[in-house]
């Protein structure tokens, strides 16, 4: 049986949602990006439900996995969990798009244990705050994204101008609250942003600020 097959089966069988995690050992896949990639393939092909929630095997609040008709089950703000849904990974877009590298950060956020508040629109260029998550220890958190121009013309001058911009972001919005967490997401790989990265790296430990990178694979590391 196939991975894909033994997580629908699992979570068909389960008494309410499941996280990943638990899914890894219970179904005894080897890492639990295994249980990510193949929960996200189910949701996409509309067979399973997705999104943040209460497992009910750890109890963690995580992104976690549902049958379709136990959705009532799901211990999570509803209209957060259709966000999560509703802005999943864009297949027809490159990775480095802004709208995918945000997509990343959302699950890796919600895996972290992170309540999701906002998830902008960025395909609808949608002014405010990328997204703004509630850790678990109940510290606000306030992303700005940029994704990675796509090759036409000079990319390079236009992303110094996407960085500076959310350099920008950072300072308007510790101006506007100086208690919550602040970060940068971009897309991985590019000389480009991790040049620029090391220059404001006093900036970075003045405000402070983290940045979230987005490799091609989907993994994101924090700097």
């Given at each position: 049986?196939?991975?894909r097959?033994?997580?629908?089966?699992?979570?068909n069988?389960?008494?309410?949602?499941?996280?990943d995690?638990c899914?890894?050992r219970?179904?005894?896949?080897?890492?639990?990006?295994?249980?990510?990639?193949?929960?996200?393939?189910?949701?996409e092909?509309?067979?399973?439900?997705?999104g943040q929630g209460?497992?009910t095997?750890c109890?963690?609040?995580k992104?976690?996995?549902?049958?379709?008709?136990?959705?009532?089950?799901?211990e999570?703000?509803?209209?957060i969990?259709?966000?999560?849904?509703?802005?999943?990974?864009?297949g027809?877009?490159?990775?480095?798009?802004?709208g995918?590298v945000?997509?990343r950060?959302v699950?890796?956020?919600?895996?972290?244990?992170?309540?999701?508040?906002?998830?902008?629109?960025?395909?609808?260029?949608?002014?405010?705050?990328?997204?703004?998550a509630?850790?678990?220890?109940?510290?606000?958190?306030?992303?700005?994204?940029?994704g990675f121009?796509?090759?036409?013309?000079s990319?390079?001058?236009?992303?110094?101008?996407?960085f500076?911009?959310?350099?920008?972001?950072?300072?308007?919005?510790?101006?506007?609250?100086?208690?919550?967490?602040?970060?940068?997401?971009?897309?991985?790989g590019?000389?480009?942003?991790?040049?620029?990265?090391?220059?404001?790296?006093?900036?970075?430990?003045?405000?402070?600020?983290?940045?979230?990178?987005?490799?091609?694979?989907?993994?994101?590391?924090?700097?």
């Open positions: 049986m196939a991975n097959d033994k997580l629908l089966h699992a979570i069988q389960a008494s309410g949602p499941v996280c995690d899914l890894t219970h179904v005894g896949l080897s890492a639990r990006q295994q249980a990510n990639a193949r929960g996200t393939e189910l949701r092909r509309g067979q399973i439900g997705r209460t497992c095997i109890a963690k609040v992104l976690v996995n549902w049958r379709l008709d136990a959705q009532a089950q799901v999570a703000t509803p209209a969990a259709e966000v999560v849904a509703e802005h999943p990974v864009s027809e877009r490159p990775w480095y798009w802004e995918n945000q997509a950060i699950d890796y956020l919600v895996q972290a244990g992170y309540s999701i508040r906002r998830i902008a629109d960025t395909a609808s260029k949608e002014v405010g705050k990328d997204v703004v509630v850790g678990p220890d109940g510290r606000e958190l306030w992303v700005s994204v940029k121009p796509t090759p036409k013309g990319t390079n001058v236009q992303a110094r101008h996407w500076a911009h959310a350099i920008f972001d950072m300072v308007l919005y510790r101006g506007e609250n100086s208690t919550v967490d602040l970060a940068i997401g971009l897309p991985d590019y000389k480009t942003y991790q040049s620029l990265a090391e220059r404001v790296h006093w900036f970075r430990r003045s405000v402070p600020l983290r940045i979230y990178w987005v490799s091609e694979s989907g993994q994101v590391r924090i700097s």
